[in-house]
């Protein structure tokens, strides 16, 4: 196994990693800063958009030239070469304190995303699916800090966190109408060492990677739950893992430069890079385009 730090953009809060496989490239934001970013592995080609509000996740649509963008003010459709956003929804307006979090497109183009109270405190999120055509319903609610959304291959489990209960959840997914049921406890996420559940993603077989953000780890967990690995990183504030490079088999780890509130702890030189383990022996699957069914 090596770790490799591919790019030091020192991003306040890096998150939301994505590779489009039809591109072969990766995107990730700056949640603070309001920022998205497009790198090439095979070049020195990056790319970066200023989206002039805090965001909490992104996914391009089908057709690559826009992305949908979760926003502090609402979901939006962001034209990646106009510059221009489109609302689509405002799923809180009535919660000035909270803004949208993580999320991620599943088999059948859809959108599933999270609020958080900002400052990590109430029970005031929900979990929300969008889709085209169909527009916003809610999945569940009383959430903390909406985090790690991600299903299982065959797309039939989904994996979610709200980051300060320890527990990662598991639902049953309906691929059909995108509706979630039977929520139980996944895994239970050792904070013992001032770590937390943060970004997710799932390999090619079934199993659970998990960023334990402020612990500087990345814990792999097989389908029963069991942790099964744990990598140390570089750095303590890791945020989210995905899956990239042409065979889906290097592991992209994106970090936080600085913490989002006083309460959470400093770091090394080296925060905010954007690192990628290779030889970790296993591979992922495709992350859908919003609005492109790929099962």
């Not at 689509?88 to 958080?116: C, I, Q, T, W, Y």
């Not at 290097?250 to 383990?277: S, W």
């Not at 290779?278 to 492109?292: A, M």
Request: net charge negative; glycine share 10%.
């Amino acid at each position: 196994m090596k770790i490799t730090k591919v790019i030091d953009l020192k991003p306040n809060l890096g998150e939301g990693p994505i590779w489009d496989v039809e591109t072969q490239k990766l995107w990730w934001i700056d949640s603070q800063d309001g920022r998205l970013f497009m790198h090439n592995e095979d070049t020195t080609d990056l790319r970066v958009w200023d989206v002039r509000e805090k965001i909490g996740s992104m996914a391009l649509y089908k057709d690559g030239k826009s992305a949908i963008v979760a926003l502090q003010t609402g979901l939006y459709k962001y034209d990646l070469e106009s510059d221009k956003a489109e609302l689509l929804v405002d799923p809180e307006p009535e919660l000035p304190k909270n803004r949208l979090n993580d999320g991620k497109v599943d088999a059948r183009g859809r959108f599933v995303f999270g609020s958080m109270d900002t400052l990590e405190e109430q029970a005031s999120g929900k979990l929300y699916s969008y889709e085209e055509g169909k527009g916003l319903t809610v999945l569940d609610e009383g959430i903390i800090c909406s985090n790690g959304p991600c299903w299982s291959p065959d797309g039939s489990i989904f994996y979610f966190a709200d980051t300060w209960t320890g527990e990662i959840w598991a639902y049953d997914y309906n691929l059909e109408d995108g509706s979630v049921s039977n929520r139980r406890v996944f895994a239970k996420v050792d904070q013992s060492d001032g770590g937390a559940c943060d970004g997710m993603t799932v390999d090619a077989e079934g199993f659970v990677w998990q960023a334990h953000v402020y612990a500087g780890k990345i814990n792999r967990y097989d389908p029963d739950g069991v942790l099964e690995r744990q990598i140390d990183m570089p750095v303590k504030k890791v945020t989210c893992p995905v899956f990239g490079g042409p065979n889906l088999d290097r592991l992209y780890v994106t970090t936080m430069a600085r913490p989002p509130l006083p309460r959470f702890p400093e770091d090394g030189p080296d925060r905010g890079a954007l690192y990628v383990i290779d030889d970790i022996g296993v591979c992922g699957y495709e992350t859908p385009r919003f609005g492109k069914e790929v099962i």
